[in-house]
């Protein structure tokens, strides 16, 4: 499943999607600072009978750093420039501090970052960006009371601004460079207590997301409508351990989605509400065997009520052998932007737009899996056969200008029935001489049902590799390797044959004292330059890039 299909989440609370305003943005990820996470759990599969829409594919949680009894911090700088000399230099500076105001009762954490990524000129022609430039700046605070051993209250506000710009051109017979840029300022309130009681745990949790856009250009032409994505949620859960094999968890959330925007109708405004309740029993038969039940009703404003059934099956065969089976139905509904005829987003650096279709249902997910892990004395594989049943899958598609950069205008349309199915291997062995390899490999057999042809942007092979090098105790290097293979794409219903690629990168890392690490890397050593040896790739590839910083703890 793409990206748009997977759930991120910050502390378990959602975050207004950038790709709302932007289409295809990733500041979603990158503006909580690196070193004020603690971990990141990942959910693989539709888990919609807990969160709902948008977790189609799987979640993502990013668990953020909290306040202790003793102060500590860190603080890192990066920088990077490419080979070739075309711009693209990056550099980051960011740190986490964190300790108690009133030991064992009120704690404080906080964190910032600024980053940079110098605009990259295109290959063929300079007055073009072939890479945007992006310049971002966030932080964010969070006071932790604890006023006694079992419940805890989080107070949390987090803010970020980026800029991004780039140089494009109108097209057409008499078609004209300018710059255009984009700001994106976003801001965060969430306030939550848990309680972790003899008889169960509790959560309640009341955030508020907001994400505005503005956009300029420098030929004087009106710039796209500034944008306003907000959303509020109130939700909570009640899990309680029943008869000594049950663990009952229920809860409900309350959502409203709100857009300003004056293309979206004459009000310039629009909104949806969605409320939901949940159920989930996790039984543990013995010590060996266990079984997740659970689903989850949702009331969408426009589509109604939609249920998200899931059950999933786990063996401990022994100490070393696990198999799990499970099968789960997920959906998520169009965004407001995706239903508005009149919303558009640029896409692409600029190579295209997107409008939205007031026709499109919600996507539905069936997905069935079935799996084991056998994990040995210094080796380990993996293995998961799955399929996903998927009706009205949301894809975007060229209706005009295909191909124009600048002014090619895609829309987006429903997949009436879609087949995702594949398999996935995986394994890892200790080699001599302080080496490591781990390995994954994914096999993709996505094809459009309708019309009897492959779901266009996915490619069949997959393959991830990681060697690992650590002589001392001080010292560690990694050698990452990217294989995607070869794909189609589609241009007015025309099919284009995407060429298999492979990117290798390099880190290293030396510990210079218990508190002091330097590290460095080169990034994409073969210098592939996608975009430059076909236009039909919508990301160009970074050049060969060289990057070295420090990060110092306390």
């Given at each position: 499943?793409?990206?748009?299909?997977?759930?991120?989440?910050?502390?378990?609370?959602?975050?207004?999607?950038?790709?709302?305003?932007?289409?295809?943005?990733?500041?979603?990820?990158?503006?909580?600072?690196?070193?004020?996470?603690?971990?990141?759990?990942?959910?693989?599969?539709?888990?919609?009978?807990?969160?709902?829409?948008?977790?189609?594919?799987?979640?993502?949680?990013?668990?953020?750093?909290?306040?202790?009894?003793?102060?500590?911090?860190?603080?890192?700088?990066?920088?990077?420039?490419?080979?070739?000399?075309?711009?693209?230099?990056?550099?980051?500076?960011?740190?986490?501090?964190?300790?108690?105001?009133?030991?064992?009762?009120?704690?404080?954490?906080?964190?910032?970052?600024?980053?940079?990524?110098?605009?990259?000129?295109?290959?063929?022609?300079?007055?073009?960006?072939?890479?945007?430039?992006?310049?971002?700046?966030?932080?964010?605070?969070?006071?932790?009371?604890?006023?006694?051993?079992?419940?805890?209250?989080?107070?949390?506000?987090?803010?970020?601004?980026?800029?991004?710009?780039?140089?494009?051109?109108?097209?057409?017979?008499?078609?004209?460079?300018?710059?255009?840029?984009?700001?994106?300022?976003?801001?965060?309130?969430?306030?939550?207590?848990?309680?972790?009681?003899?008889?169960?745990?509790?959560?309640?949790?009341?955030?508020?997301?907001?994400?505005?856009?503005?956009?300029?250009?420098s030929d004087g032409a009106a710039p796209s409508n500034s944008q306003r994505l907000t959303d509020s949620v109130l939700d909570g859960?009640l899990s309680v351990p029943l008869l000594d094999m049950h663990r009952v968890t229920v809860g409900s959330e309350w959502r409203k989605?709100?857009?300003?925007?004056?293309?979206?109708?004459?009000?310039?405004?629009?909104?949806?509400?969605?409320?939901?309740?949940?159920?989930?029993?996790?039984?543990?038969?013995?010590?060996?065997?266990?079984?997740?039940?659970?689903?989850?009703?949702?009331?969408?404003?426009?589509?109604?009520?939609?249920?998200?059934?899931?059950?999933?099956?786990?063996?401990?065969?022994?100490?070393?052998?696990?198999?799990?089976?499970?099968?789960?139905?997920?959906?998520?509904?169009?965004?407001?932007?995706?239903?508005?005829?009149?919303?558009?987003?640029?896409?692409?650096?600029?190579?295209?737009?997107?409008?939205?279709?007031?026709?499109?249902?919600?996507?539905?997910?069936?997905?069935?899996?079935?799996?084991?892990?056998?994990?040995?004395?210094?080796?380990?594989?993996?293995?998961?056969?799955?399929?996903?049943?998927?009706?009205?899958?949301?894809?975007?598609?060229?209706?005009?200008?295909?191909?124009?950069?600048?002014?090619?205008?895609?829309?987006?349309?429903?997949?009436?029935?879609?087949?995702?199915?594949?398999?996935?291997?995986?394994?890892?062995?200790?080699?001599?001489?302080?080496?490591?390899?781990?390995?994954?490999?994914?096999?993709?057999?996505?094809?459009?049902?309708?019309?009897?042809?492959?779901?266009?942007?996915?490619?069949?092979?997959?393959?991830?590799?990681?060697?690992?090098?650590?002589?001392?105790?001080?010292?560690?290097?990694?050698?990452?390797?990217?294989?995607?293979?070869?794909?189609?794409?589609?241009?007015?219903?025309?099919?284009?044959?995407?060429?298999?690629?492979?990117?290798?990168?390099?880190?290293?890392?030396?510990?210079?004292?218990?508190?002091?690490?330097?590290?460095?890397?080169?990034?994409?050593?073969?210098?592939?330059?996608?975009?430059?040896?076909?236009?039909?790739?919508?990301?160009?590839?970074?050049?060969?890039?060289?990057?070295?910083?420090?990060?110092?703890?306390?």
């Amino acid at each position: 499943m793409s990206s748009e299909h997977t759930l991120v989440l910050i502390d378990g609370k959602r975050i207004s999607p950038s790709s709302g305003a932007i289409a295809h943005s990733d500041f979603d990820l990158g503006w909580i600072p690196v070193e004020a996470i603690e971990r990141i759990e990942v959910v693989r599969g539709p888990m919609s009978s807990l969160y709902g829409s948008e977790a189609l594919g799987g979640v993502v949680n990013v668990i953020t750093r909290k306040a202790t009894d003793t102060w500590l911090g860190s603080g890192f700088v990066d920088g990077g420039v490419r080979e070739d000399g075309l711009g693209g230099q990056t550099h980051q500076l960011g740190g986490y501090v964190s300790g108690p105001l009133l030991p064992g009762v009120l704690g404080l954490a906080l964190n910032a970052e600024t980053q940079r990524q110098q605009e990259t000129p295109d290959f063929d022609s300079r007055n073009l960006s072939e890479l945007e430039g992006r310049n971002a700046n966030s932080g964010g605070a969070t006071l932790t009371w604890t006023p006694d051993d079992a419940q805890r209250i989080d107070f949390g506000y987090e803010s970020g601004r980026e800029r991004r710009w780039r140089n494009t051109e109108t097209g057409g017979t008499a078609s004209r460079d300018y710059e255009s840029t984009d700001i994106i300022e976003r801001e965060r309130w969430s306030l939550a207590h848990a309680g972790d009681w003899q008889w169960g745990s509790n959560q309640v949790r009341a955030y508020r997301n907001q994400l505005d856009r503005t956009n300029s250009r420098s030929d004087g032409a009106a710039p796209s409508n500034s944008q306003r994505l907000t959303d509020s949620v109130l939700d909570g859960s009640l899990s309680v351990p029943l008869l000594d094999m049950h663990r009952v968890t229920v809860g409900s959330e309350w959502r409203k989605e709100e857009l300003e925007d004056r293309s979206v109708n004459s009000r310039g405004e629009e909104e949806a509400l969605h409320r939901a309740v949940f159920l989930q029993d996790e039984i543990a038969f013995n010590a060996d065997w266990s079984l997740t039940l659970g689903s989850r009703f949702d009331k969408h404003e426009q589509f109604g009520w939609e249920s998200s059934p899931r059950a999933y099956l786990l063996h401990h065969f022994n100490d070393q052998l696990t198999l799990r089976a499970g099968v789960g139905k997920g959906f998520k509904a169009p965004s407001l932007k995706q239903l508005s005829p009149e919303y558009s987003a640029t896409g692409g650096g600029g190579r295209f737009t997107i409008v939205g279709n007031p026709e499109l249902q919600p996507e539905t997910n069936t997905a069935y899996e079935l799996g084991a892990d056998y994990q040995a004395d210094g080796w380990s594989l993996s293995g998961m056969l799955f399929q996903n049943d998927v009706e009205d899958l949301i894809q975007t598609v060229c209706v005009a200008n295909c191909g124009i950069r600048g002014r090619e205008r895609r829309n987006y349309e429903n997949v009436e029935q879609a087949r995702i199915r594949g398999a996935e291997l995986g394994g890892g062995v200790d080699l001599a001489y302080g080496l490591r390899w781990d390995l994954n490999y994914t096999y993709l057999d996505a094809r459009n049902q309708t019309v009897g042809q492959r779901l266009g942007d996915r490619s069949r092979h997959l393959a991830n590799s990681v060697l690992k090098w650590s002589p001392t105790s001080a010292f560690d290097a990694h050698l990452r390797t990217e294989y995607v293979g070869s794909q189609i794409t589609y241009s007015s219903n025309v099919a284009y044959s995407l060429p298999a690629y492979s990117l290798w990168h390099l880190e290293l890392n030396q510990k210079l004292s218990s508190n002091l690490t330097l590290r460095g890397g080169i990034e994409n050593i073969g210098d592939e330059r996608l975009a430059d040896q076909n236009e039909s790739f919508a990301y160009a590839e970074p050049g060969r890039t060289y990057h070295i910083g420090l990060v110092a703890t306390f």
